[in-house]
């Protein structure tokens, strides 16, 4: 919890542990260097809470977060990936995300709450078909 706070990324449904998210996290040395999330609905999910050390950033280990991500989610049945992102359209286009409407994304994923009150509306929202 505490590295999503570093990076200011939101915590507070975790918190109450309302998300239902399955958080996976890349080690150095036992050192947690980096998390993601994963928030099932149906065969829908939510990336999410993808945050890297500054220190362990620009080594790879993002990408091998939303690799690792992308590959439980796809073993789950899952069918499409979505996220949210304020900042790193950039990065997740470099990994297979498109941007999206907001309007069409589908209703299972507008209802969460990272969707519907904790990302400003003016968050990228982004999708991978699996």
Do not use: W
Request: charged letters at 20%.
């Amino acid at each position: 919890m505490e590295l999503l706070k570093e990076v200011e990324l939101p915590t507070e449904d975790l918190v109450e542990g309302r998300s239902g998210a399955i958080f996976y996290g890349i080690f150095e040395d036992h050192t947690l260097c980096g998390v993601v999330a994963i928030e099932p609905h149906g065969n829908l999910a939510l990336l999410r809470s993808l945050a890297v050390k500054t220190q362990h950033q620009r080594n790879g280990f993002g990408q091998a977060l939303v690799a690792h991500a992308v590959e439980v989610a796809q073993r789950s049945g899952v069918h499409g990936l979505y996220l949210l992102t304020t900042s790193s359209s950039h990065f997740f286009q470099g990994v297979g995300f498109s941007m999206v409407a907001r309007e069409d994304v589908p209703l299972l994923i507008r209802e969460t709450s990272q969707f519907s009150t904790l990302c400003p509306a003016t968050c990228a929202v982004m999708r991978k078909e699996l």
